[in-house]
Structure formats: C-alpha cells, structure tokens
C-alpha cells in the first residue's frame, strides 16, 4: 500500500497532539512529522522530538531553501512541516501523522491530492474554554486571545474530510485508526492493484479451462 499524509487539527487544547502521538506508540504503520517551529521549548519538550527548534534566522534560511511542505505563523510564531521529515517516514512505508493548524493544512490540500484531513472537535464549548483555561493562570486578556483563535480555527471544519468528537480519548483515538485503515483500503493507494487482479484472473481463467 501506498503510504499517505494524515492531516490533524483542532484547536489548540483539543487533543490532537496527544492523539498523534498515540498513534506513534501505538501503530508501526505510522510516523511522526516532527515540526519546526520558532517558539521557546516548554518543560519537557526535547529538540528534534516535540519540535525542532529553530531561531527566526534558521527558520527563514528554510523557507529560502524550500525545504517546508507548508509553514505558518501562529501566535507569532512561525511553524513548518519539513520535507525531509516526510521524505523520511514514506521512505520507511510509513503514513505520516502532521499535527498542524488550519493554515498549514490548507497549503497541504493545495499540494498533496491524495492527503488525508481530519478535524478534532472538543465535545462542547464549555469544555473548549475549560481546556484553553487550563491552569488558571493567564490573564484575561490572553484567555480572550486564545477563545477568539479557536473560534477562528473552528470555521474551517468544513474544509476537512473527517471529523472526530474528542469526549473520550480513547474512542478518538480508535476513530483517528479507524479513518487510517479505511483510506489505506482505497483502491487509488495500492500499488500494483491491476497485476494482483490479473494473477488472479489468470487463475480462475485456467480453473475454468480444466473444467472443459
Ligand atoms: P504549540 O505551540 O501549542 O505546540 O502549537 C501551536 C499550533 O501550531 C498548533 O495548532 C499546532 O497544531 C500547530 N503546528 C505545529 N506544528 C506545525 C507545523 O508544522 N505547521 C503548521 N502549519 N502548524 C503547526
């Protein structure tokens, strides 16, 4: 089978990354494409496995040198799917799972035909705001910020080809694999379709003949 591009957004607090990186764990059918972005490290997150982390200079000598598939700003920050990164994973039969806002995934649309898209919805809005608020620690202002980003990112859900309620991680998880199988089944992404019908036709052609 063909590997392909599996495109996951929602807003931010919804899931994704975690559901992503399930996947990872849990399917050796799947690859991560690691991102760069040029926003600070949080605690725990690692160069070269949350992010690759790079400065405005690094990051724009990428662009110049055309090695993104799509690159963003979000939040004033920039971020970038590499090239390299899918190249990386389809050259080892892997899907490849991008966690990317929505205008990222709009470039991806323009570009790759046969990509998959799949929109992560909280299962209310009330649990929406309850997630964005997180610690409790912001200031309004920025809570406000956040709210109206995600009001923004939830429009385009129309433009996706799937979309998944994340009310319990688990199932999301399980609905993300199960979109994963069924495109893999897709007869445009197996390779070498046409000659496996042919050998079996051959077969039953000749099964027939002996029956003269
Ligand atoms: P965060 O800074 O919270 O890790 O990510 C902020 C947003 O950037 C999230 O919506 C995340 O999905 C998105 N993002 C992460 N990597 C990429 C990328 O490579 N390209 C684009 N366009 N967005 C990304």
Redesign the pocket.
């Known amino acids: 089978m063909t590997p392909f591009l599996l495109v ?5 607090g919804v899931g ?2 975690t559901i992503a990186r399930q996947l990872l764990e849990r399917r050796a059918d799947v690859g991560y ?1 690691v ?3 040029t ?1 600070a490290p ?1 605690p725990g997150e690692e160069h070269g496995r ?2 690759w982390f790079l400065s405005e200079v690094e990051f724009e000598a990428e662009v110049q040198a055309g090695a ?1 598939v ?3 700003r ?2 004033a ?1 920039r ?4 090239k390299r990164e899918v190249e990386r994973l389809f050259a080892l039969g892997k899907h490849v799972v ?8 709009r ?1 991806v649309r323009r570009q790759v035909a046969d990509a998959v898209f799949v929109f992560i919805l909280p299962p209310s809005g009330a649990e929406l705001v309850k997630r964005l608020g997180g610690r409790g620690t912001e200031t309004s202002t920025v809570l406000k910020h956040r709210l109206a980003i995600a009001n923004d ?1 939830l429009k385009a859900v129309t433009e996706y080809d799937y979309v998944v309620v994340n009310d319990d991680l688990e199932r999301a998880i399980a609905q993300v694999a199960a979109i994963l199988d069924a495109e893999g089944h897709r007869v445009s992404r197996h390779r070498g379709l046409a000659q496996q019908v042919e050998q079996i036709r051959r077969e039953v052609a000749a099964a027939a003949m002996r029956l003269d």
């Open positions: 996951l957004s929602s807003p931010s994704k990354t494409s991102s760069a972005t926003r949080r949350s992010y993104f799509e690159h963003a979000y939040n920050n971020y970038g799917t590499l991008m966690d990317i806002e929505v205008e990222g995934a470039q990112e």
